[in-house]
């Protein structure tokens, strides 16, 4: 079965068709982009991470058109397309939109390990919390937390969503988070987490942030 991978844009997209090598490829307008989608039930979406391996606003835009996706019943996975663009430079591709589309495609069918899954996940047992500063580590978002400033991380990129309409800045490495809460002036109250993580307590600040701060643990199912 032919999958379809795409390099999402406002504007346009490029697009790259194949199971085993690509078979067609080109660009779209982006109101296009969803003909050419109807067909295939699988869809593998570049995602555009900051050189560091950060979010970027841009990185939110393409998980956004993945949420609609999978709305529609559509498999969507992420892979990593930080090297798509300066390939296309190199090679002097004028049309750098299909041609990352189709090296995203090349990437995911050489290893589709390395992609990872959209799925929506929720709180198993929500309960409020009220706080001033709060970090938030890979739980999705509440609309029972009542936080006036936040510091998230995660490597999901659904939870990093959630936490992204909050206007809560979300770290996708780990190294960059502990920097920078090591530069804050005031440590969080709250730590919430999920449960499945919480050995990165033990890596936090040597244990100073644990005990300081209220942890509040929570169960997260898909």
């Known amino acids: 079965m032919s999958i379809i991978a795409i390099d999402y844009g406002k504007s346009k997209c490029g697009y790259a068709i194949g199971n085993i090598f690509v078979s067609e490829s080109g660009t779209v307008k982006t109101a296009d982009i969803y003909k050419k989608i109807e067909k295939f039930e699988e869809i593998v979406l570049g995602l555009p991470l900051s050189m560091s391996g950060n979010y970027s606003t841009q990185t939110f835009e393409v998980i956004k058109f993945g ?19 300066k390939m296309a430079q190199v090679y002097d591709k004028r049309d750098d939109d299909r041609f990352s589309a189709e090296q995203i495609l090349l990437d995911y069918l050489q290893a589709p390990d390395r992609a990872v899954n959209l799925k929506k996940s929720t709180i198993l047992k929500s309960r409020d ?30 939870i990093a969503y959630t936490m992204f309409k909050e206007s809560i800045f979300v770290y996708r490495v780990w190294n960059d988070l502990i920097q920078n809460i090591a530069s804050l002036e005031r ?11 919480r050995e990165m307590l033990t890596r936090l600040n040597n244990g100073k942030i644990q005990n300081n701060s209220n942890i509040e643990e929570f169960e997260i199912v898909p």
Do not use: W
């Not at 949420?67 to 663009?85: A, H, P, Q, W, Y």
């Not at 001033?132 to 609309?143: D, F, G, H, K, M």
């Open 187 to 197: 440590l969080p109250d709250c730590i919430i987490i999920n449960d499945k993580y």
């Open 129 to 158: 919390i009220f706080c001033e500063c709060a970090l938030i580590l890979e739980v999705p978002y509440s609309q029972d937390f009542h936080i006036l400033n936040a510091i998230g991380y995660t490597e999901d990129p659904y």
């Open 67 to 85: 949420l609609k996706l999978l709305k529609d019943g559509k498999k969507v996975r992420f892979i990593d397309e930080r090297m798509t663009t």
